[in-house]
């Protein structure tokens, strides 16, 4: 069993069952998720030293918490050393909190870390409500970690990692002690999402309609993907008048609509596609990849020498820009490779060549008289949320064709990597605006919440009472976290997919279906008819 891992935390996962042989489906091997296993264990055991030492947890306590729960996120971190690295910061700031206990030959559990084999191997239920808990405050953890890069703090959000990581390791605790503290990962990432929008939106501005063009320039470039906002600012500044353009990937596509972003002249446009597509896509570019937070996946050779990472992202043998921020070494390298020799014209999955960002709740609820009239006067019949999460199982064209065949007289909110399954059609307009209108990044989820928190309030009524429907994909622990706080609000009648996550257990899954309707995707045809009748 030496060389056999354990890992069901993301959609992908082996058989829809989870991840046991010598490596993962998205490349991890077995040693370096035994390290993340040890990494949590760490965690568990550093938050079970706070219980009675509240008074000793700093600022770096925090980070370090939040930074080690970010690292075991779905495609951030393959290296084992810089995971080595953590377990053994974890374990000196556990020292200093209960110095005594690591001379004392009694245990008494106030420093224990936890075994995760524990957690694998017991009851399905508790397995599955502390799974929800841990992945759920994983992702949370992300939306935590850029809010503070940028200085802003929330000290609910920070204590409540310690109680998550408390109740994970807790032993003899059942669906009555488990449950609420799901619901309240919920309740705090509402929280933690409100915080990490003040920081882009009082850093960068209030994004606003952008059209984004998918069209390469010729000449150098740097490629520029995962979600840190604040590591695109600085590219942007040290690559100002270098004669390099920049280009958006992934999740980075939202940038484009901040005034403070979109102001510098050399952020062209956005190249490729959602995460999952990398492998192909990055195959021949003449350019770096700056990654600064998930999704990476294992680099091919073809391409390997053009990856840089920073942040918590780090990969065996790739280059590691660290906290000074240099980005010297990948402005080099798009020196040197000199990107294309003309201008390359690209496109999204269904061939359009532009695209369109910016519509966060500060765009939307600029025109939200337009929008109320237009469904009072029938020329807006009903709302999708179309987002979430983009991967690679075939299944995933569904939320294509469910796009595709929604009526005119409809608007699709869509948000995260899943849109790019669709965000390149054009659809159309009502009102004069577009029937597609992407809020952001998956850390923009919250501009969704206060959109529809923003219609119930205008039609004095509840948000399950809007026309209003959300069809969500879901691949990592980010979408966890998100889910969590829908239901936190009492939306019910999610459609969730491609498939159900495989650690939800039966039992858990009936909880959900009975008191908040969430059900799988059928077929788009089928889930049209059912949402309007």
């Known amino acids: 069993m030496a060389n056999q891992m354990f890992c069901f935390q993301c959609e992908q996962t082996a058989g829809c069952k989870g991840c046991t042989g010598a490596a993962g489906v998205c490349g991890k091997k077995a040693d370096t998720a035994k390290l993340q296993d040890q990494l949590t264990g760490a965690l568990i055991g550093l938050a079970r030293s706070t219980e009675s030492n509240v008074h000793l947890v700093t600022e770096a306590t925090d980070r370090l918490v939040i930074e080690g729960l970010f690292t075991t996120l779905t495609n951030v971190n393959f290296n084992s050393e810089t995971i080595q690295m953590l377990i053994d910061r974890v374990e000196a700031e556990k020292e200093r909190m209960v110095p005594g206990c690591f001379a004392c030959g009694a245990s008494c559990g106030r420093n224990d870390d936890y075994d995760m084999e524990e957690l694998w191997g017991s009851d399905e239920d508790i397995r599955s409500l502390k799974s929800l808990i841990l992945f759920g405050i994983r992702g949370m953890a992300a939306y935590t970690y850029h809010a503070q890069v940028l200085g802003y703090r929330d000290a609910d959000v920070n204590r409540?990692?310690?109680?998550?990581?408390?109740?994970?390791?807790?032993?003899?605790?059942g669906m009555n002690e488990l449950l609420p503290i799901v619901m309240e990962v919920g309740g705090i990432n509402l929280k933690?999402?409100?915080?990490?929008?003040?920081?882009?939106?009082?850093?960068?501005?209030?994004?606003?309609?952008?059209?984004?063009s998918l069209t390469?320039?010729?000449?150098?470039?740097i490629v520029i993907t995962g979600h840190d906002l604040y590591d695109l600012k600085q590219l942007l500044e040290q690559t100002k008048d270098k004669g390099i353009n920049i280009y958006t990937h992934g999740e980075m596509l939202p940038a484009h609509a901040y005034p403070e972003l979109k102001k510098y002249t050399h952020l062209k446009g956005n190249f490729g596609t959602a995460w999952h597509n990398q492998q192909k896509e990055f195959a021949d570019l003449p350019a770096p990849v700056l990654f600064t937070t998930n999704c990476l996946m294992p680099p091919k050779a073809s391409y390997e020498d053009r990856v840089f990472t920073t942040e918590v992202v780090s990969y065996p043998g790739m280059v590691h820009i660290g906290e000074d921020k240099d980005f010297t070494p990948v402005i080099e390298k798009a020196l040197a490779l000199g990107g294309y020799p003309e201008d390359m014209r690209f496109t999204g999955i269904n061939g359009g060549e532009k695209v369109m960002t910016?519509?966060?709740?500060?765009?939307v609820l600029s025109v939200a008289d337009t929008v109320v009239d237009a469904v009072k006067t029938g020329a807006i019949r009903h709302f999708f949320l179309v987002g979430g999460c983009d991967g690679a199982r075939t299944g995933r064209s569904y939320y294509t064709e469910f796009v595709k065949q929604t009526p005119s007289d409809s608007v699709i909110l869509t948000l995260a990597c899943g849109k790019y399954r669709f965000n390149d059609l054009d659809l159309g307009t009502i009102g004069g605006l577009p029937r597609i209108m992407d809020m952001g990044q998956c850390n923009d989820a919250y501009s969704a919440i206060k959109v529809a928190v923003a219609l119930a309030e205008a039609f004095e009524c509840g948000v399950n009472d809007l026309p209003l429907s959300m069809v969500l994909s879901w691949y990592e622990q980010k979408a966890v976290c998100i889910l969590l706080t829908l239901l936190h609000l009492g939306i019910k009648n999610i459609l969730l997919g491609p498939s159900l996550p495989a650690f939800i257990s039966p039992n858990v899954l009936n909880f959900l279906v009975e008191n908040y309707q969430i059900a799988p995707i059928t077929t788009p045809e089928e889930d049209l008819k059912k949402i309007l009748g």
Request: with cysteine; aromatic share 18%.
């Open 192 to 212: 933690c999402m409100a915080l990490l929008d003040k920081a882009n939106t009082e850093t960068y501005g209030n994004p606003v309609p952008t059209e984004v």
């Open 160 to 173: 409540f990692f310690y109680k998550a990581l408390f109740a994970v390791g807790a032993k003899d605790w």
């Open 358 to 363: 910016g519509f966060a709740h500060g765009a």
């Open 216 to 221: 390469v320039e010729k000449g150098p470039f």
